[in-house]
């Protein structure tokens, strides 16, 4: 046998184990790594953050780990806002199916979150208590962001490019005419408060129960057209990284997304959250809970973010005209699709169940029972919702087309839709 024969005959068998330990190595060294940063002023004490770095989607599998950061800002008591916190992270998994692979994951997950929102909605109601929250939930898979919201806290992205995009939606009354249109269709009733013999002040509310928020998690006191189905954003940054800086409106009411960006630009995670803070304390002084997390994705073989040029100007120019730019760049939002190292996947916000779940229902073939899309629960189609049930459920408008329903879960989709009588329901 010739030398090359051999090589020949070899060579299938040794690069094997070696292209095993070069994927592996691959695959560590694209995984970007996060460095993250957090810093808070309390007013009221109702602002809640979680940071889980090193969730795993195969359990035992660390090449499978995924990061997550919340903000929960709480309103009327802080229950809500710690169930959120404890609960929210288990009911969105629970929904995503087993054995998925990383894609299939990350498809599932815009659909997992609305599902695990409206079920942490759903427990928290029969807990009887009447707080409500806001929640900014980022899951963070290498380069791949999902954002689910309801209320007025925001997550912003600020790419390497320097282009600043807002991945969340407000959900405030006062500033989103689609969801005073949504309340007002679903019963609900949108004003301001009537003081002093019939003068209006203050923000747009909705009645019954006076909230400035059109979604949330909890407030079991108003009406249930305040949804908490959450604006669900996916996007996938280039490897050259980025930072988000996730906050509630404490941050947002005194800076805009620009300016919490630049105030931070070059400086560590740690460092530049405490400075978000200090910036938006400085311009508007604390009136409300203030909460910032600040993490930056960062690529493996550059283990600091590069310095951004122009950064005395920036400063210079936030200082000279903060106060005027806040005014009218506060709304803004720049389109993410105008920036090359950003890839939307998806974005929806619709507060429609049926929109929001897909059509395919599952059932689980061997017990002859229906997995609901929701809450997980299997029970047999004759006590839930199909795509069969149709019109005898909801009269008056177009049959079901979503997923399958528990009895309990349908009760709330209706609730929601403004198709059941007698809410306000506390369950005591
Ligand atoms: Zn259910």
Redesign the pocket.
């Known amino acids: 046998m010739s030398r090359a024969e051999v090589s020949r005959m070899r060579s299938p068998l040794v690069p094997l184990g070696t292209l095993i330990g070069r994927e592996l190595r691959n695959e560590k060294l694209e995984k970007p790594f996060l460095k993250y940063g957090q810093a808070a002023l309390a007013k009221k004490g109702e602002d809640y953050f979680l940071i889980k770095p090193d969730c795993l989607r195969v359990p035992g599998n660390p090449s499978t780990s995924f990061s997550v950061f919340a903000i929960f800002d709480g309103h009327n008591g802080i229950s809500a806002a710690i169930f959120a916190k404890e609960n929210l992270l288990d009911n969105v998994l629970s929904a995503i199916p087993q054995e998925s692979s990383r894609e299939e994951w990350l498809q599932a997950l815009p659909r997992a979150l609305v599902a695990g929102f409206v079920?942490t909605d759903?427990e928290f109601q029969q807990k009887g208590e009447t707080s409500g929250t806001t929640v900014t939930f980022v899951v963070i898979d290498d380069w791949t962001i999902t954002v689910a919201s309801v209320g007025d806290s925001r997550c912003i992205l600020d790419t390497q490019g320097g282009v600043v995009s807002l991945l969340t939606v407000d959900h405030r009354l006062e500033e989103n005419v689609e969801e005073r249109e949504r309340v007002t269709a679903s019963g609900g009733e949108v004003g301001r408060l009537n003081v002093y013999g019939g003068n209006e002040v203050g923000p747009l509310r909705c009645w019954p129960g006076g909230l400035c928020l059109s979604r949330s998690i909890g407030d079991t006191d108003v009406g249930e057209f305040i949804v908490p189905i959450p604006h669900v954003k996916q996007v996938k940054i280039s490897n050259a990284g980025g930072r988000l800086i996730i906050a509630s409106d404490g941050i947002w009411d005194a800076l805009s997304s620009d300016m919490a960006a630049k105030s931070c630009r070059g400086l560590p995670a740690e460092l530049a959250a405490k400075l978000v803070v200090k910036e938006a304390l400085r311009s508007r002084g604390l009136k409300d809970d203030t909460t910032c997390l600040v993490v930056d994705i960062i690529p493996c073989d550059q283990p600091v973010l590069p310095p951004t040029p122009r950064k005395k100007q920036n400063m210079l120019r936030s200082l000279l005209f903060g106060k005027k730019s806040q005014s009218f760049t506060n709304k803004s939002t720049n389109k993410l699709s105008s920036v090359g190292v950003v890839e939307e996947l998806f974005e929806e916000g619709s507060a429609m169940l049926a929109e929001r779940l897909g059509k395919d229902f599952p059932a689980n073939t061997n017990s002859g029972l229906f997995r609901?899309?929701?809450?997980?629960?299997d029970?047999a189609p004759a006590d839930?919702l199909s795509v069969n049930s149709g019109p005898f459920f909801s009269p008056a408008s177009k049959p079901w087309e979503g997923p399958f329903?528990?009895?309990?879960?349908?009760k709330?989709k209706d609730a929601m839709e403004g198709k059941r009588a007698g809410i306000p329901t506390v369950i005591s």
Do not use: P, S, Y
């Open positions: 079920k759903i609901c899309a929701v809450c997980q629960v029970q839930g329903l528990c009895a309990n879960c349908r709330k």
